[in-house]
């Protein structure tokens, strides 16, 4: 064997490795992916998901790794495969939804539904933000999607934007969920700011207590009219009051104890590392992230904004007040909001608990951005 | 002479508008346009009269946008309509399916803000409208077994 035959095969076996092929875009992702799985692991900000994604974005980030091809037969790499059948053909959110309805309690919206109203006027920002997004010169579809994180439910904003925009996928549910983490430092200011002293002491009556008919009937008649009216989105409804249908029937526990337990974690991992390998530095590094993570925090404050402003509207014609500070609740982001509308509540009066009241507005914040989602799939369909 | 004149300011302004009636562009806002007579024109909005059919003006565009990603084709009852929802600067085209006096009027609208904002606001308050009806549904329905678990109770 001579030396120029040893440095060929030298050579070619370097070629197959990643360091022959190795560009400095992807140590940005690196970066990114790292900071994700810290923010998971040492600040605990939705740990569940951004631990996966940020694995996600870290590994698909490597030159030559057979994650998010195809192999030479056509078939699937194992995230691509995760991506293709779990997102791409819409899966997963839906599948959440299922988890989140067997985990939820309708109680306190179904004991006042006058809060209801309060998760439609959080929608505001999604609809301010759709208008700033166009501006800045995306297209009307992405421009929805982007929209929608202002709604702060992951996987509304995940299946929106797959069935609208799903080149931003990465960059929508990035923004979503970190939000939705970031929600004790977001609100906070925002709540403080439209609210004045003597509102966020305003007591509300402790609410009634509801009938387990009550509970049965009421995924009953929410998947009835979300069917009627957004069709669209019964994908994600459908299986959301399924979920809760399960839960409050009491007779399907198993089925209950599956949906919210193993199936959701299942779900979620490959929900994360599919949102995670979205994001390859080709696709990623350019100003379109940056400019949805700045418009997401608009969109998330306009939100917050709109609950409360829907508050004020309404106690102008309520004989019992309502606390404005449970409008920031409309967001969504079950029950993160819910509980930083009873931290910033306790504050102010230490006596008045407010957490009931304000997982009302934040659930029907769910009903409300899926409601938007399916306006605007209805826009574009 | 006077009236020589004044016949002849006519007479141009007669020919302008019929040369001006005949002389239909190629493209509008970067859509092509099929043959045909224009109606009105304007920035925002090009109106014309096709001698083509409404199926054959349909296969027209359909050819012409054939490959171009966001585009939407929507068959109502009485027009077809082609809508844009990428950047493009035209937002839709209309084609009435009832020709008028054997010809087929086609409008192509500018993309337009009046149109995104008055959607948007639409959707905004539908999304009010849904859920207000559920609040409808859910009091009603509320109101209903309370009360028949009141009557239960009592009976018991």
Known sequence: ?381 | MKRLMLLTVIFCFLLSGTVAAQSVPEEFLGIPVPEGELVKQSKKRLELMSPKTHDQLLGYYKEQLEGMEDIKIRDWTDQSYIEDDSNRPWHSITIDKEPEGGKTRVVIMKDNWTWIIGTLLLRYVGVFVVLLVLLVGMTISGKIISSRVEKTEAKK
């Not at chain 1, 906070?188 to 387990?212: A, G």
């Not at chain 1, 993570?293 to 007040?321: H, P, R, S, Y």
Request: hydrophobic residues 55%; proline residues 5%.
């Open chain 1, 1 to 381: 064997m001579t030396s120029n035959e040893i440095l060929d095969l030298l050579f070619s076996t370097l070629r197959t490795t990643g360091v022959w092929n190795f560009q400095f875009n992807i140590i940005v992702m690196w970066a990114i992916g790292s900071l994700f799985i810290w923010l998971a692991i040492a600040k605990k900000y939705e740990p569940l998901l951004l631990l996966p994604i940020g694995f996600g974005i870290f590994i698909v980030n490597f030159p030559l790794v057979p994650m998010m091809g195809y192999a030479d037969g056509g078939y699937p790499h194992l995230l691509q495969f995760f991506y293709r059948y779990g997102l791409e053909w819409e899966i997963i959110p839906c599948v959440i939804f299922l988890g989140l309805g067997a985990m939820t309690d309708f109680g306190p919206l179904i004991a006042n539904p006058k809060t209801l109203i309060i998760g439609a006027g959080a929608q505001l920002g999604v609809f301010i933000t759709f208008t700033g997004t166009v501006l800045a010169g995306f297209t009307l579809k992405e421009a929805a999607s982007v929209g929608i994180i202002g709604g702060a439910d992951g996987p509304t904003t995940v299946y929106l934007t797959q069935h609208l925009a799903p080149q931003l996928l990465g960059a929508n549910a990035l923004a979503a969920y970190s939000y939705m983490a970031m929600v004790p430092i977001l609100q906070p200011p925002i709540m403080r700011l439209m609210t004045n002293s003597k509102e966020r002491v305003i007591k509300m009556r402790q609410l009634r207590t509801v009938s387990r008919q009550e509970k049965i009937l009421f995924p009953m008649i929410t998947a009835g009219i979300i069917a009627l009216l957004v069709p669209s989105v019964i994908p994600l409804m459908g299986m959301f009051m399924l979920g809760n249908l399960m839960k409050e029937s009491g007779v399907v526990a198993r089925l209950t104890d599956t949906a919210q337990g193993s199936l959701m974690n299942i779900v979620t991992i490959f929900l994360g590392l599919s949102v995670g390998a979205t994001m390859h530095a080709d696709k990623f590094l350019s100003w379109k992230p940056l400019f949805i993570f700045g418009l997401g925090l608009i969109d998330f404050g306009v939100c917050t904004i709109g609950g409360i402003l829907t508050v004020k509207i309404m106690n102008k014609f309520l004989k019992e007040k309502i606390n404005p500070l449970i409008g920031a609740a409309g967001v969504s982001a079950v029950p993160m909001a819910a509980r930083v509308v009873q931290m910033e509540g306790i504050k102010y009066d230490k006596s008045n608990h407010m957490l009931m009241h304000a997982v009302g507005p934040n659930l029907a914040g769910v009903i409300g951005s899926a409601a938007a989602a399916g306006m605007f799939i209805a826009m574009f369909d």
